[in-house]
């Protein structure tokens, strides 16, 4: 067994990863977000960490995949033994049993680790979504709450679009049996009811999910987590694990002073991968950006003459000293599949970065951030500041690579972000409260 932190956490994208990242480190806990196990287990600063995490692509990947990296992932853990464990999901449990499959991952867990403890966390109220008897509601852009089934953005998703909005079916058909809720009501009568109902779950080897309607609520669970010093806990759910684990006064230290972070001296880059409404609406009320448009019908055509002109177009612009804001566009008559163009956009930001011509990257969609900081061979990211609720600002961290390590970068959820939120990432970011 090593020393390490005693919050280990591992993401199934990059930017729900960097959320919770930004959880932590908002509470005072010395955190990085590291890109490999590897990186992880073998980084110089892991014994000084407070909580630690690791990025995958998950929520891109079938099950057998996701199985076999779990099993390692779960060695990785047992080698550190943390108070917890926790696999982060997103907020809107966005999997099904051929992609992103939540229960294939704890399965493969759990053939490591076969006496640790489960549980779910089914909301995050900080972002608009709330869990009542088990069934998932979630905000959409213009804030008006929609069951996960119902949703504008969610029902019809491209790869995993939610026909459920009970948490344990979703989980249930993705091989995760036993799920048993511990529902809203029940949370008035104190913790120790909350507790004990738990507990008589947990004792039939049955997993407990927790509904969270409240922001009050996630102390109660966390200190329900927290106090499971004789197991190993793996908590399943969105960065409401991190703020349940902060709220109950885990490890919690007294935060740094945050000060306004500065606009880059050097150009922003923003690559819109995504096609959710929230992105499009970002990608429209944007100011101040020289456009480049990328055609999948020409990467089709010839991927290697259109990596060559798009990245002289965005690297022209850039410069002249603009901002650049590179769009996929919403073509529909091709045959490229999305994990194709994610690739090719990747191959495009490492162009990007590598010519130093850039002061700050921004990248929106899950996919498209996972692969371009796999191309990036970055080693790990620490918080800088809060952009906006789900969003927040990072420093790469990649020794040896001149213009990464040190670069500033957000990456954004499709669905996460205000419509100007493009624009505001071209100057300073301001901190709320000063």
Request: charged share 20%.
């Amino acid at each position: 067994m090593s020393r390490g932190p005693r919050y280990l956490f591992c993401g199934d994208d990059f930017t729900g990863a960097s959320d919770t990242l930004a959880t932590l480190a908002r509470a005072g806990l010395k955190t990085r977000l590291f890109l490999t196990p590897e990186g992880l287990e073998h980084s110089q600063e892991i014994c000084r960490l407070d909580a630690a995490g690791l990025a995958t692509a998950h929520r891109a990947m079938g099950p057998y995949a996701i199985a076999k990296e779990m099993e390692a992932v779960g060695r990785m853990v047992k080698r550190f033994s943390p108070r917890l464990f926790h696999y982060k999901v997103c907020s809107t449990f966005d999997s099904s049993p051929e992609t992103g499959s939540i229960g294939a991952a704890i399965t493969g867990l759990d053939a490591v680790l076969p006496n640790c403890r489960t549980m779910v966390l089914g909301g995050q109220p900080s972002l608009g979504r709330y869990c009542i008897f088990s069934n998932l509601f979630a905000a959409a852009p213009d804030k008006t709450v929609f069951r996960l089934d119902c949703h504008p953005t969610m029902s019809c998703h491209p790869i995993t679009p939610m026909s459920c909005a009970d948490i344990r079916q979703i989980l249930t058909d993705q091989g995760l049996e036993g799920i048993k809720g511990v529902h809203w009501p029940l949370y008035e009568n104190g913790y120790e009811q909350v507790r004990q109902a738990a507990e008589q779950i947990l004792g039939n080897r049955e997993i407990p999910l927790f509904d969270v309607m409240e922001d009050k609520d996630l102390s109660l669970i966390g200190q329900i987590l927290y106090d499971q010093v004789a197991h190993p806990v793996v908590a399943v759910g969105a960065s409401s694990v991190a703020q349940a684990y902060v709220a109950a006064g885990a490890d919690a230290r007294t935060a740094p002073v945050p000060q306004t972070v500065a606009a880059p001296e050097k150009p922003v880059f923003i690559m819109a991968g995504s096609r959710s409404q929230a992105t499009a609406a970002q990608v429209k009320d944007a100011v101040g950006f020289e456009r480049v448009t990328i055609s999948p019908k020409a990467i089709e055509a010839n991927t290697q003459k259109a990596l060559d002109d798009y990245s002289a177009a965005c690297q022209a612009a850039l410069a002249k000293g603009a901002h650049v804001l590179a769009v996929v566009a919403d073509e529909r008559d091709h045959t490229l599949g999305r994990g194709r163009i994610a690739g090719f956009t990747a191959e495009l930001i490492t162009r990007i970065c590598a010519s130093g011509m850039t002061g700050r990257l921004g990248i929106a969609g899950g996919d498209t951030s996972s692969l371009a900081l796999q191309h990036l061979k970055v080693e790990s990211l620490s918080f800088v500041a809060d952009v906006e609720p789900g969003i927040c600002l990072c420093r790469l961290h990649a020794p040896g690579q001149e213009f990464l390590d040190g670069l500033e970068v957000i990456l954004k959820g499709g669905q996460m972000g205000s419509s100007n939120l493009f624009t505001a990432l071209t100057g300073p970011i301001p901190v709320p409260g000063l």
